[in-house]
């Protein structure tokens, strides 16, 4: 069983910065990507930003020149680093796994969420 678990979540005013991680578990052979998508209250979910595995990334145009995702390390994580936020940044948060090779099967797994709230 694969899990994928996400941390950093919080309250933090405008203009400040915060980082989230994200750490996928398990016996697991490869991983394809990883990603960051934001559910605002009320919105459709939308993406954040994506990492191959040869790191290569994708951002969303809404956070380009804010956020910066890193890498995939050989433990499997990835973190997201957001600066500058803003009232609009307000949403959860979730990391997911894509394309991830087990013994047997490919596919993609989904994190729970962490919740980031941009408030003075």
């Known amino acids: 069983q694969v899990e994928v678990v996400e941390s950093g979540g919080g309250l933090v005013p405008p203009g400040g910065s915060l980082r989230l991680s994200c750490a996928a578990s398990g016996y697991l052979l490869t991983i394809g990507a990883m990603d960051w998508y934001r559910q605002p209250p009320g919105k459709k979910r939308e993406l954040v930003a994506l990492?191959?595995?040869?790191?290569?990334?994708i951002y969303g145009d809404s956070v380009k020149g804010r956020f910066a995702i890193s890498e995939i390390s050989a433990q499997n994580t990835v973190s997201l680093q957001m600066n500058d936020l803003n009232v609009g940044d307000t949403a959860v948060y979730y990391c997911?796994?894509?394309?991830?090779?087990?013994?047997?099967?490919?596919?993609?797994?989904y994190g729970q969420g962490t919740q980031v709230t941009v408030s003075a």
């Open positions: 997911n796994a894509r394309n991830v090779r087990i013994p047997g099967l490919t596919r993609d797994y």
């Open positions: 990492v191959n595995s040869d790191g290569t990334t």
